[in-house]
């Protein structure tokens, strides 16, 4: 009995202990309902007017209103070579100072408020200028927020898709880099109430896991492009995106398929000047294929009025294809040539020797044999042969024109084709070099 009571005065002394304190402490504060007060006493028609921008430096007037501006890239969806645009995903955010809003944070207690109903705060009147298409994210809310800090200052988020103008110089199509820009600039402030500024340190960030198909980034600006109208000026806020086109794509697609096809174009050098339906069958399907892949690329790209690399390189090799099918109408011709002066030399070969009969029945007659042998050595000797190069004895092992060009060709075609590679290769990748810009 004694164990229990002590028990029970125990249980009764801690349950008096805590009624003591929480007579002292008081009722705990809510602090969500003090954010609710705070925003109502905040947003009073007599203490707030959207209308009016705020103050600006240490709230003076006549100063303009600084905002500061970082973003954040999610991620690039296209760049489209056709109409010269790019899209992208981005986290946009934009701060500022608006004295109207302080409020006491209760010692450290708030540390910010937030709000999703953008409307009920002065905006900037920002807008992108090299903007195609936007939409902003409301999936399952919309994306957006603000928020308000204890001195004023205010935090503006928000998650858009863009797609943006990129006028693309393709001169060096597919060994070019392209910049694209993303131009933010004041639609109706101008500089005398509202400036933009890049937030210091690190203005534009890149997500890590960015991966384009076509395209490496190599690197981005940030730059100033205010302007200046009839109507005032602006201020601007630029980013440059430098992207490098990837080769591999276009080295397997495009430069070894031509390749192959040239070098295809040329077996026809080494049937046979008889197998007309062979030739004639290789050299129209290579053609045919050749003229097929350059429409296809051209389709792909815009008309521009200037030349492109990838021209210059489709145009050669369907030039050599087309070369290759002349070549052969050219042996052929020959070899028609070749029947019909072997016909000529066999009909005056029967001629001279019937000559050469006649001539020595009349020698045999008059002279004698002896002195006919003399008369034609001395002919040899008042018309010797010329001696012949290397190149001319080599040839000589082909009697017929029309072989003399398919061995010719052999040789000339691969010896030009190999050339115009070192050219145009040289050419271009020194070019490519020259017109990069420099790293910063």
């Not at 290397?390 to 029309?402: A, D, E």
């Amino acid at each position: 009995m004694v164990g229990v009571s002590w028990r029970v005065v125990g249980v009764a002394a801690l349950v008096l202990l805590q009624l003591c304190r929480g007579i002292r402490s008081g009722p705990k504060l809510n602090y969500r309902e003090k954010e609710k007060d705070i925003l109502d006493d905040l947003f009073q028609t007599s203490h707030y007017d959207k209308r009016i921008r705020p103050s600006g430096v240490n709230g003076t007037v006549d100063e303009p209103t600084i905002v500061m501006i970082n973003m954040m890239f999610r991620s690039i969806q296209t760049i489209d070579d056709v109409k010269m645009e790019y899209s992208v995903q981005l986290t946009f955010r934009e701060e500022w100072v608006d004295e109207r809003l302080m409020f006491d944070d209760l010692g450290g207690r708030i540390k910010y408020l937030t709000l999703t109903e953008t409307n009920k705060v002065w905006m900037p009147d920002l807008f992108f200028k090299n903007e195609k298409l936007g939409h902003f994210h409301d999936i399952i809310l919309p994306n957006v927020y603000l928020r308000i800090f204890p001195n004023g200052g205010v935090l503006y988020s928000i998650r858009i898709s863009l797609t943006l103008s990129c006028p693309m110089n393709l001169q060096l199509y597919p060994l070019d880099r392209q910049t694209c820009e993303l131009l933010l600039a004041s639609y109706g402030w101008t500089t005398e109430d509202l400036v933009f500024l890049w937030r210091e340190g690190d203005p534009v960030q890149i997500t890590q896991n960015l991966h384009l198909p076509r395209f490496t980034l190599e690197k981005f600006l940030t730059e100033y492009c205010n302007s200046k109208t009839n109507t005032g000026a602006y201020s601007c806020l630029k980013v440059d995106l430098l992207f490098k086109r990837e080769f591999s794509y276009y080295l397997l697609t495009i430069y070894i398929p031509c390749c192959m096809l040239v070098i295809v174009s040329w077996v026809s050098f080494w049937l046979d000047q008889n197998a007309v339906p062979a030739r004639v069958s290789l050299g129209v399907t290579t053609l045919l294929t050749m003229a097929t892949q350059t429409s296809g690329i051209n389709q792909s790209l815009p008309p521009v009025s200037y030349t492109k690399a990838i021209d210059v390189w489709t145009g050669v090799c369907l030039t050599f294809v087309f070369g290759a099918l002349l070549e052969f109408a050219l042996v052929n011709y020959a070899s028609r040539s070749d029947i019909h002066r072997e016909q000529m030399k066999k009909q005056r070969r029967q001629w001279e020797l019937e000559h050469q009969a006649a001539l020595e029945a009349e020698h045999l007659d008059s002279d004698g044999p002896t002195t006919f042998a003399m008369a034609r050595q001395c002919e040899i000797h008042m018309h010797p042969q010329p001696p012949r190069r290397c190149c001319g004895s080599w040839l000589s092992k082909f009697p017929s024109r029309s072989k003399r060009i398919d061995v010719i060709s052999r040789i000339t075609f691969p010896l030009v084709f190999a050339l115009f590679n070192v050219v145009y290769w040289s050419t271009y990748l020194f070019r490519e070099e020259e017109e990069a810009p420099p790293h910063p």
